[in-house]
């Protein structure tokens, strides 16, 4: 085993040991060093430093730093996890940030997004490269983006018109030194139009303002300032080839620059408009006066996160289809679905972006949305909510091809998918349990969810 390569020098060159010199360089057995590969709790890598797929013990390098990483958490947590009766392989506790949010999985904020490294972990293991996955509730696109990284075709489907933008711009190819080239444009001109502000700066509030919006929202929800630089940057964006791109830009920031207190991202109630106690920075903040500091961070962000996802390119399909996945008809059969539906009355998906949906005029089909928060979760909730999803199911199982495995990732904690499975003509085939150990913001309570895989109920 990972003998072959022994005496090249990849340490030196990548950063990277054979098996072997690995399991020497931690005093662990080799076959437990291939365990962990093979389960995906390391990365398992070729020679030049890439993801190995599929996995092939023989010829897999790992990291160092990686392996020892997650040795010292796997001393520390796996049997804590594991004591609770949750899939400590499933946890993915040793992920850094960085890797949870990696490329474009963090090119726009999304509540409720699941986390990439679960996707990959269901993906690589029940699909072929070359096969089609479909996700029912694409969101912000994570099956899709993961899907693509494994060679597999996708198709993700959503009720939210901006959630499909944001999945379009996170996943469409690009020649990205034209979307370079038009986003640094926008940006210098924005630069520019600020500047000339008599005064520039802080001299923006209570002058005159040139651009006007008859929307209630974007004009409860900004300072002056900000919304000249918002309104201006909106005014200019369609002027350019990649103007999607400078879509989500001008979307992330003006997100940011709205006046909510910095822990609130999510989910604000009022407007702040005087200092405030800011739990996440534990001082006084200040509400946001302007949106050009974003403009300015998102942009580069935005372009050096999209060349990282294009390096990982491969020559698989993406498709995004904007419907209600109750009734929409698709383009070809899948090999399964990779998804994790909404649940009862724990978010808004429209609302959320509500900025988004007011600065662009995109329309809004909240009627259609499954499970909303404003819709609670009394009994008759749940009642619909079970009804719905089971005709998603009942729907989508008709493009997907026979014997083929359907993964739903749902915190059930009403019990609710076996009576979902029911109503839609399959049966759970196995439910896996996870501990999720980070969530979005203030939220760090423990919290766990299941995967469910539903298969078909032949009738024999
Ligand atoms: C939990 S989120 C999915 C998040 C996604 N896994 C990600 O990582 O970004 C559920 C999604 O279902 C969508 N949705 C709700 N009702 C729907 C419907 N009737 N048809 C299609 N999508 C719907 C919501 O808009 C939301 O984006």
């Not at 990959?120 to 899709?144: A, I, K």
């Not at 109630?269 to 200092?275: A, D, G």
């Not at 990282?308 to 390119?313: A, G, Q, S, T, V």
């Not at 404003?374 to 997907?400: C, L």
Request: aromatic share 10%.
């Amino acid at each position: 085993m990972a003998g072959l390569f022994q005496n090249e020098s990849h340490e030196k060159k990548h950063g990277l040991l054979t098996l072997n010199e690995a399991a020497s360089a931690v005093g662990r057995p080799v076959t437990l060093i291939a365990e962990y590969l093979r389960r995906g709790r390391i990365t398992p890598r070729d020679a030049s430093g890439h993801r190995m797929f599929p996995f092939d013990s023989d010829r897999a390098y790992v990291r160092l730093k990686e392996l020892e990483r997650f040795i010292r958490l796997v001393e520390r947590d796996i049997e804590k996890y594991q004591a609770e009766g949750l899939d400590a392989d499933l946890g993915f506790f040793d992920v850094p940030e960085r890797e949870r949010t990696k490329h474009v999985h963090r090119l726009h904020p999304y509540l409720g997004k699941f986390i990439p490294q679960l996707v990959e972990h269901f993906l690589s293991r029940h699909f072929q490269p070359g096969q089609w996955v479909l996700d029912p509730f694409m969101g912000s696109g994570t099956t899709l983006i993961q899907a693509h990284e494994l060679g597999l075709n996708a198709i993700g489907i959503d009720i939210s018109e901006f959630n499909c933008k944001i999945a379009e711009v996170k996943t469409r190819r690009y020649s990205l030194d034209t979307v370079e080239s038009d986003a640094r444009a926008a940006l210098r001109r924005l630069e520019a139009f600020a500047e000339q502000r008599p005064g520039g700066g802080s001299l923006f509030r209570g002058i005159d303002a040139d651009f006007h919006t008859d929307s209630a929202y974007l004009n409860r929800w900004y300072s002056p300032r900000a919304l000249q630089e918002i309104l201006f940057y909106r005014s200019i964006l369609g002027e350019y080839r990649h103007s999607d791109v400078l879509k989500m830009i001008l979307s992330r920031s003006a997100r940011s620059a709205r006046l909510i207190p910095h822990y609130d991202l999510a989910t604000p109630k009022e407007p702040v408009r005087q200092p405030y106690y800011c739990f996440k920075h534990k001082r006084t903040c200040q509400p946001t006066d302007e949106c050009l500091k974003f403009l300015q961070r998102y942009t580069v962000d935005t372009v050096r996160r999209l060349r990282e996802f294009d390096r990982l390119r491969t020559a698989a399909e993406i498709r995004v289809v904007h419907g209600d996945s109750r009734a929409v008809e698709l383009p070809c059969l899948v090999d399964g679905v990779f998804s994790s539906p909404p649940y009862v009355g724990q978010i808004d998906y429209h609302e959320q972006h509500a900025y988004a949906y007011e600065l662009f005029g995109i329309p809004r089909r909240d009627d259609l949305e499954i499970g909303p928060k404003s819709e609670g979760k009394s009994a008759s909730a749940q009642e619909a909510y079970v009804d719905a999803i089971a005709g998603v199911v009942r729907n989508i199982r008709r493009f997907v091809r026979p014997g083929r495995p359907l993964f739903f990732v749902a915190n059930d904690r009403l019990g609710l998918y076996p009576e979902i499975a029911r109503r839609a003509g399959c049966r759970i085939e196995a439910i896996r349990q996870r501990a999720v150990s980070k969530r979005t913001e203030r939220d760090k309570r423990p919290y766990s969810e299941s995967i469910f895989q539903f298969a078909e109920k032949r009738l024999i």
